[in-house]
C-alpha cells in the first residue's frame, strides 16, 4: 500500500499565498489539515477549500499546535508547511515516489529539504535546509513557544537531508507585515528563554532571536544575541555542528555587512572554514575582509579560488547544508573581484569584472554605483548615464533624460557636459558604499573638474 502524507499548516491573513501553497502540496497530500489563527482576510475562505480548516485560538505557543496536528494527522508521513512556501515542481512528483523507495523502518526520522528565500524583482536569495517531513507516530513532538524545534521523547531523533526543494516568499510581504511578526517572534523568544525548563536549549532560541533583531535592524541587539548563543553552545558536551555553522555564517555576516569589524569577523571566518572547509560564502568572506582592509592581492587570490571551486559538487562545496547566499554568490564575487581590480588600478579587468557581474544579476544596485562611479571617472557620462537612472529613485520627465542623453554625447569640455558631470559626482560622494580609496577618488574628481572650470573662465 502507497505511503500517506498528512500536510499540516499553521495561518493567519495569508490570502496572498495561501492558495499557491496548497495547490504545490495537493498531488502529494493524502490529507491537509489547516489550523487558523483568526484571519481577517480572504485566507479562510479559500483554505476550507483544500483540506480539513480549524478555527484555533492562538495562545501564544506554535510547538503546543504542531503537536496537535500531529495527533490529528493520520499519515505515514507528516509534511510541515510555512503559509508562504511553496513545493517545487520536481518535488510534487517525485517525493511519493521517493516515499515508496525507502526501506519502511519504524524510527524517528526527519527529512529536510532544501528551501529558497525566493527575492522580489529578481533579486537571487538564500538558501538553507529545514527540517520539513517527519515520519508519523515516533514519538516526535516539538518544544519552543515559536522557532520550535523536534525532539523524540523515545530513542534519538535521525535527521536526514532529501533531493527535495521549497520555495519560499516570505520576503515577498510588505515590510511592515515582515517587522511586526519580528516584534511578535522576539517577545515570544525572550519568554522561551525565560521559562526554559532545558536552559542548555537556550542557545537555539538566542541564535532566532539574533535573526529576529535583524529584521528590525536592531543589529546592536543582534549580535549581542548571536554572541550569547555562542557562549551557550560552547558548554555543550554534543555539540551539533550544523547549527554551529549556521550561528558563525550569522555572526560574520553582521560583524562585515553591519558594523564593518573585519578584524574580529576574520576570527569567526577561521572557525566557519574548520566547520566547513570549502563552503564557498565563508571564503567569500575571507576575501571580503581582506578586501575592506586593504589587502587587495590576498582578496583577489581567494575570490579567484571561488570562481575555480564553483563549478564543483555544491554538496561538497557546503556539506552541512549551511545557509548559503547560493545563486547570489558568483556574481558577488565578480563584482568584488571588478571593484578590487579598480583598487588596483587595473582597470581593464575591473570594468571586465563588474560589468559579467551585472550581466549576471542585472538589478543589483551596488552593481549599478560601481559602474556608474567607474565611467564618471573615466568623464564617460554617455556609459555611466543608463547605470544611473537605474540606480536613482528620483523620476525623470522623458525630455528631461533626453536632455540628459544629448548632453551626455558633447564634447567633455563643454560646459554643459562638465556641469553635468559634477552634478552626477556630487550627488554620489555621501553615499556610504564607498570605501576610503573609493570615495577619495570621487572627491579628487570633484575637484579636478572644478579645477577644469576655473581655468576655463
Not at 480548516?53 to 499519515?75: C, H, R, V
Not at 551539533?240 to 562585515?256: D, H, N, W
Request: hydrophobic content about 35%; overall charge positive; charged content about 25%.
Amino acid at each position: 500500500m502507497g505511503q500517506k502524507v498528512s500536510v499540516c499548516i499553521i495561518t493567519r491573513n495569508h490570502e496572498r499565498f495561501i492558495e499557491t501553497c496548497l495547490k504545490s502540496v495537493k498531488p502529494v497530500a493524502y490529507e491537509i489539515i489547516i489550523y487558523d489563527l483568526g484571519s481577517l482576510d480572504k485566507t479562510k475562505k479559500i483554505a476550507k477549500k483544500y483540506g480539513k480548516f480549524f478555527n484555533i485560538k492562538f495562545e501564544n505557543d506554535y510547538s503546543k499546535l504542531k503537536n496537535k496536528q500531529t495527533i490529528q494527522a493520520k499519515g505515514d508521513w507528516i509534511l510541515f508547511l510555512e503559509p508562504e512556501e511553496v513545493l517545487m515542481e520536481d518535488t510534487q512528483k517525485k517525493l511519493l515516489p521517493f516515499l515508496e523507495n525507502l526501506p519502511q523502518t519504524n524510527v524517528p526520522l526527519v527529512f529536510q529539504f532544501k528551501v529558497f528565500n525566493s527575492q522580489p524583482d529578481g533579486y537571487p536569495g538564500t538558501t538553507f535546509f529545514k527540517n520539513t517531513l517527519f515520519k508519523n507516530n515516533q514519538n516526535i513532538i516539538f518544544n519552543g513557544l515559536v522557532h520550535e524545534y523536534p525532539v523524540c521523547t523515545k530513542g534519538e531523533l535521525i535527521i536526514q537531508k532529501a533531493p527535495f526543494a521549497i520555495n519560499n516568499f516570505e520576503s515577498f510581504k510588505p515590510p511592515g507585515e515582515v517587522q511586526k511578526k519580528a516584534i511578535h517572534n522576539i517577545n515570544l523568544l525572550i519568554e522561551s528563554i525565560e521559562k526554559s525548563k532545558d536552559k542548555s536549549r537556550n542557545y537555539h532560541y538566542f541564535y532566532h532571536l539574533g535573526n529576529a533583531y535583524c529584521q528590525v535592524y536592531d543589529f546592536h541587539r543582534a549580535l549581542e544575541s548571536y554572541n550569547k548563543a555562542n557562549y551557550l553552545f560552547q558548554q555543550l558536551k554534543n555539540k551539533p555542528y550544523i547549527f554551529y555553522g549556521e550561528l558563525l555564517v550569522k555572526l560574520t555576516g553582521t560583524l562585515a555587512f553591519c558594523f564593518q569589524n573585519y578584524k574580529d569577523c576574520l576570527i569567526f571566518v577561521d572557525e566557519l572554514l574548520k566547520v566547513s572547509p570549502k563552503f564557498l560564502d565563508a571564503l567569500f568572506l575571507l576575501g571580503y575582509c581582506k578586501q575592506n582592509m586593504g589587502n587587495y592581492n590576498e582578496a583577489l587570490k581567494i575570490y579567484k579560488n571561488i570562481l575555480n571551486l564553483s563549478d564543483k559538487n555544491s554538496e561538497e562545496l557546503n556539506p552541512l547544508g549551511l545557509t548559503s547566499l547560493d545563486t547570489a554568490l558568483i556574481p558577488l564575487v565578480k563584482f568584488n573581484l571588478g571593484r578590487t581590480y579598480l583598487n588596483l588600478k587595473n582597470k581593464e579587468k575591473g570594468i571586465n569584472f563588474l560589468e559579467s557581474s551585472y550581466n549576471s544579476s542585472p538589478a543589483t544596485k551596488q552593481t549599478l554605483l560601481h559602474l556608474t562611479r567607474y565611467y564618471l571617472l573615466e568623464s564617460n557620462l554617455s556609459k555611466a548615464l543608463p547605470f544611473y537612472l537605474k540606480n536613482t529613485s528620483q523620476k525623470h520627465h522623458p525630455k528631461e533624460i533626453e536632455n540628459m542623453e544629448s548632453t551626455a554625447k558633447l564634447p567633455s569640455d563643454s560646459p554643459a557636459f562638465k556641469e553635468m558631470l559634477l552634478k552626477f559626482l556630487i550627488s554620489m560622494e555621501p553615499l556610504d558604499e564607498w570605501t576610503e580609496l573609493e570615495s577619495a577618488q570621487i572627491k579628487g574628481k570633484i575637484e579636478e573638474v572644478r579645477g577644469e572650470e576655473e581655468v576655463r573662465r
